[in-house]
């Protein structure tokens, strides 16, 4: 691990430990020496950040120079953590662990008063039944979603029918019960929305629809639209 990946890595556990943050502790996460973290304490405060604290006391990171300096009104805050909770409750586990990770971060970076208030939220979110588990990797998906390539996958209806098909992947949503790909199908040259659950067999290939996905999600949205009140 070089130097620069230590000092990033650091200061990603600074946004995340509770503070104080001891050089034991840090030192223990990152694989090095006490001696090597307050080396490293010294370096990231010569570059900017502020980190309160000292050996014997532990580290806490008031300032990042690296971000702006984040504010939110107490219904703000409420707010983002209503929505963090209901991603953790319905999102595939790759967004479920980002939205964990997201509320740790934000607790270390704001004012105290705003991280008590961050914690003890009196608003969340809760399912009593999960939804289904998809079949393929959401991430897998996401990624190639955001990269405009067309994917190939299998699937089955609710007929049970199955299909293969070439769609190029628009966007996605997370209902109660299931998650669902929006895409403009190949097979059957329309708009189509597929069940994650229901998919197997996931390939991303190296077709590109660039730059073509924004225009076609909104057309795809607007023609679901159309059939929900039709």
Not at 212 to 220: D, F, G, K, M, W
Request: glycine share 6%.
């Amino acid at each position: 691990m070089t130097k620069t990946e230590r000092l990033f890595r650091l200061m990603q556990t600074l946004r995340q430990l509770p503070p104080p943050v001891t050089a034991e502790q840090l030192a223990r996460d990152l694989g090095v020496s006490g001696r090597t973290i307050h080396r490293d304490i010294d370096t990231l405060r010569a570059l900017g950040a502020v980190i309160d604290g000292a050996a014997g006391f532990g580290f806490t990171l008031i300032e990042d120079a690296t971000l702006p300096p984040l504010g939110f009104g107490a219904t703000e805050l409420e707010a983002l953590v209503l929505g963090l909770c209901e991603v953790q409750q319905k999102g595939d586990p790759d967004l479920a662990e980002a939205a964990r990770t997201a509320l740790r971060k934000l607790r270390a970076r704001l004012p105290q008063s705003q991280a008590d208030r961050l914690q003890h939220a009196v608003l969340s979110a809760h399912s009593f039944a999960p939804p289904l588990t998809p079949m393929v990797d959401a991430a897998v998906l996401r990624q190639a979603t955001w990269d405009e390539r067309q994917v190939g996958f299998d699937y089955v209806d609710a007929k049970g029918d199955a299909t293969q098909r070439q769609v190029k992947p628009l966007g996605l949503v997370y209902f109660d019960k299931s998650s669902v790909l929006i895409a403009w199908c190949l097979l059957r040259q329309d708009f189509r929305v597929f069940r994650l659950d229901r998919m197997r067999a996931l390939v991303v290939t190296e077709t590109s629809f660039r730059p073509h996905r924004v225009r076609l999600y909104r057309e795809a949205l607007e023609h679901l639209r159309n059939q929900t009140y039709s």
